[in-house]
């Protein structure tokens, strides 16, 4: 609408300067010059102002347009930056959650212990017999025990008995951990002196060697601590005859006829299997 309305107003501006020069022609051709003139002057002075107020408008609109794409620019950069805000939340929100497993254990044994890994070793080194010795020092506390979603059972209503299999105890987690050297030393087997006995005497120019020693040492030990100490292998069988008489007293209330089996197979469920309900309907009907 405010197009067709400047377009009528420029079209009558146009008929005005047109009447104008005609005057003007008129004028000029009944020999009156000077008012020819000055009709012809007055019509190109008013179309001059007409073109440059058309100019000022055109130049207004198009500040005002720049005006507005560089607002607009900027509220798609902010958004753009808001995305990328949201989008790295979301890829360490994700990163988090494929962290979670659902595990569902019976702990037994949380053993607070401190233990002792020895090092004696010797090695030749450019034609010089070298000896390494210390002690590390491993301060924990381990669990063990089972993951109950790895046991398996089956039910025999006939006999009215409850198989329980796979009772693997293990080492299930580790609380506070600490590794720390309580000494090394680095020996070399040499003289003192020309012409004396030859004995272990410290060594200082291997300090470097001996540091790295040190700590691929601690970091075999970490790592081997991530299967359960050796040093507590033998608590293996008392946790799972634990295990043992803690599911008989679980399923006690269900069925007293309890056996134990070393192997599942297909035909054996994970605990959320077991449907308690039927198995204490079956028991009552008998």
Same mark, same amino acid.
Request: hydrophobic share 45%; net charge neutral.
């Given at each position: 609408?405010?197009?067709?309305?400047? +377009?009528?107003?420029?079209?009558?501006?146009? !008929?005005?300067?047109?009447?104008?020069?005609?005057?003007?022609?008129?004028?000029?051709?009944?020999?009156?010059?000077?008012?020819?003139?000055?009709?012809?002057?007055?019509?190109?002075?008013?179309?001059?102002?007409?073109?440059?107020?058309?100019?000022?408008?055109?130049? +207004?609109?198009? $500040?005002?347009?720049i005006t507005g794409l560089e607002e607009k620019?900027?509220?798609?950069?902010?958004? @753009?930056?808001?995305?990328?805000?949201?989008?790295?939340?979301?890829? $360490?929100?994700? %990163?988090?959650?494929?962290?979670?497993?659902?595990?569902?254990?019976?702990?037994?044994? $949380?053993?607070?212990?401190?233990?002792?890994r020895t090092v004696n070793k010797t090695e030749? !080194? @450019?034609?010089?017999?070298?000896?390494?010795?210390?002690? !590390?020092?491993?301060?924990?506390?381990?669990?063990?025990?089972?993951?109950?979603?790895?046991?398996? %059972?089956?039910?025999?209503?006939?006999?009215?008995?409850?198989?329980?299999?796979?009772?693997?105890?293990?080492?299930?987690?580790?609380?506070?951990?600490?590794?720390?050297?309580?000494?090394?030393?680095?020996?070399?087997?040499?003289?003192?002196?020309? !012409?004396?006995?030859?004995?272990?005497?410290?060594?200082?120019?291997?300090? $470097?060697?001996?540091?790295?020693?040190?700590?691929?040492?601690?970091?075999?030990?970490?790592?081997?601590?991530?299967?359960?100490?050796?040093?507590?292998?033998?608590?293996?069988?008392?946790?799972?005859?634990?295990?043992? @008489?803690?599911?008989?007293?679980? %399923?006690?209330?269900?069925?007293?006829?309890?056996?134990?089996?070393?192997?599942?197979?297909?035909?054996?469920?994970?605990?959320?299997?077991?449907?308690?309900?039927?198995?204490?309907?079956?028991?009552?009907?008998?």
């Amino acid at each position: 609408m405010k197009k067709s309305i400047f +377009s009528m107003t420029g079209i009558k501006r146009y !008929l005005l300067v047109a009447a104008i020069i005609i005057v003007a022609i008129i004028l000029l051709a009944n020999k009156l010059v000077i008012w020819g003139a000055a009709f012809l002057a007055a019509g190109l002075i008013i179309l001059g102002i007409q073109q440059l107020i058309l100019l000022n408008v055109k130049v +207004s609109r198009f $500040e005002d347009n720049i005006t507005g794409l560089e607002e607009k620019n900027q509220s798609l950069a902010k958004m @753009n930056e808001k995305l990328m805000e949201e989008n790295e939340f979301l890829k $360490e929100r994700h %990163f988090q959650i494929t962290q979670i497993k659902s595990i569902l254990e019976m702990n037994l044994f $949380e053993i607070d212990t401190r233990f002792k890994r020895t090092v004696n070793k010797t090695e030749q !080194l @450019n034609d010089r017999e070298i000896r390494y010795i210390g002690s !590390l020092g491993v301060s924990l506390k381990a669990k063990y025990g089972i993951d109950l979603k790895e046991l398996r %059972f089956k039910y025999l209503p006939e006999s009215d008995e409850l198989i329980v299999a796979n009772i693997n105890p293990r080492f299930l987690s580790f609380g506070n951990r600490k590794l720390e050297w309580e000494f090394f030393e680095t020996l070399e087997y040499r003289r003192q002196l020309p !012409l004396t006995v030859k004995r272990w005497m410290t060594s200082d120019d291997l300090a $470097e060697r001996a540091e790295k020693l040190k700590e691929e040492i601690r970091l075999e030990t970490e790592h081997s601590l991530e299967s359960g100490p050796e040093e507590f292998a033998w608590i293996m069988e008392p946790i799972r005859e634990n295990v043992e @008489n803690t599911i008989r007293i679980m %399923f006690k209330g269900v069925t007293s006829n309890i056996r134990i089996a070393e192997m599942a197979d297909n035909t054996f469920v994970p605990i959320e299997g077991i449907k308690l309900g039927k198995l204490e309907e079956n028991k009552r009907l008998k």
